[in-house]
């Protein structure tokens, strides 16, 4: 059951992507929208670009811009912000998934909670995609054996938890889990090994994943990273996977010899990479600027705030003493007590003895 991102939905499905290819991401929204489920699902696109206009398929669909490209692990963190849900479906916009697939993930999660989240099988014309399940890892954080070997029938496939990771393509996850261990870790960008890295880290607490059988989607794999920028980031983000679990010293990127014009000048594209990082250290510095006096508007909003409170409890206080005194004055008025009423007659004999000495003074010449 598709619902808005506000009513009380059971599932989020998160949908980071830049925007630029609509074709593929309606395809991606259309199989949320025709998901055949009791659950309240709501699906959540992050456009990682200042401007775009990406279609949807159902007015129901919420899309935000976020003005940057956060990434993947970041456009995720910033979906979780926005959402409150027991649990995240993670779904890359050149996703296809099955319109029974919520629905079998949910029953392997809800049904084991031991199970911090779970995993869709990625078909390739009927077959189980190669390498899509996942994989073992030494103790040096080396990976090998990657399941299965080569694109097998869904009845051949045989264990589908003990692995390193699972991907997090149609990942199933549960909000508690993701908030117990901080999510995707923003570092990994913009693509690659955070999902790894999640995996990782809740195993480090004791926590389970695994592929599910009856779970099926389709892949385009690395649909939006162009393959020479894929070897780059895949390099660059297992070592940092390296040095953040197991204390690795960083490893150098490799080399982009072959990957673009022989005829550039080593000296050029060294010149392009300094101006290329100083632009995102300044634009780090900006919005942490930006951030930090944001803090200090709200801490004085909030001063403010409690100065308005406290002005508010003493008009009520004082609005409470001058009812008491009314109620006083009202008792003192009706009743025929003489000694307390004493105080109301020596005032009204007071105006009295005032009025007639005035009136006397006023009708005697020359005072």
Not at 132 to 151: C, H, I, K, L, N
Not at 152 to 168: K, M, R
Not at 174 to 202: E, H, I, K, N
Not at 310 to 317: E, G, K, V
Request: proline share 5%; glycine share 8%; net charge negative.
């Amino acid at each position: 059951m598709l619902v808005a991102l506000d009513d009380r939905p059971d599932v989020v499905a998160i949908i980071p992507t830049l925007g630029n290819d609509r074709a593929r991401l309606e395809r991606a929204v259309r199989s949320l929208v025709d998901q055949q489920t009791d659950a309240r699902l709501a699906v959540l696109v992050i456009v990682n670009a200042e401007q775009s206009a990406p279609a949807v398929l159902d007015p129901l669909v919420t899309v935000v811009h976020t003005g940057l490209n956060l990434g993947w692990a970041g456009g995720l963190a910033f979906g979780r912000s926005l959402v409150r849900a027991a649990q995240l479906w993670l779904v890359q916009d050149d996703m296809v998934l099955d319109p029974r697939c919520l629905d079998a993930l949910r029953t392997a999660l809800l049904g084991d909670e031991g199970l911090a989240l779970v995993a869709p099988m990625v078909l390739r014309d009927g077959r189980v995609a190669a390498r899509s399940v996942g994989a073992q890892r030494d103790e040096d954080w080396r990976f090998s054996d990657w399941y299965p070997e080569t694109d097998t029938p869904l009845d051949e496939i045989g264990a589908l938890e003990g692995y390193a990771y699972v991907g997090s393509r149609g990942m199933l996850v549960r909000t508690a889990a993701w908030d117990a261990v901080g999510g995707m870790d923003p570092r990994f960008y913009p693509v690659m090994w955070a999902d790894v890295d999640l995996c990782s880290t809740l195993l480090a607490r004791g926590l389970r994943f695994r592929s599910v059988i009856d779970a099926h989607c389709t892949h385009e794999q690395s649909a939006s990273t162009s393959s020479q920028f894929s070897a780059v980031l895949w390099h660059r983000n297992l070592s940092l996977l390296r040095q953040k679990h197991a204390g690795a010293p960083p490893e150098p990127a490799p080399s982009i010899t072959g990957t673009v014009d022989a005829r550039l000048e080593p000296g050029l594209i060294a010149t392009i990479a300094r101006a290329a990082a100083s632009l995102v250290r300044e634009l780090a510095d900006r919005i942490e600027n930006d951030h930090r006096e944001l803090e200090r508007s709200r801490a004085l909003f909030e001063q403010f705030e409690r100065q308005l409170e406290l002005a508010d409890a003493r008009i009520a206080a004082a609005e409470q003493r001058a009812r008491l005194v009314e109620l006083e004055l009202a008792a003192m008025r009706s009743t025929r007590s003489w000694r307390l009423t004493a105080p109301l007659r020596a005032v009204r004999a007071r105006r009295r003895e005032s009025g007639g000495s005035a009136g006397r003074g006023a009708d005697t010449p020359g005072g």
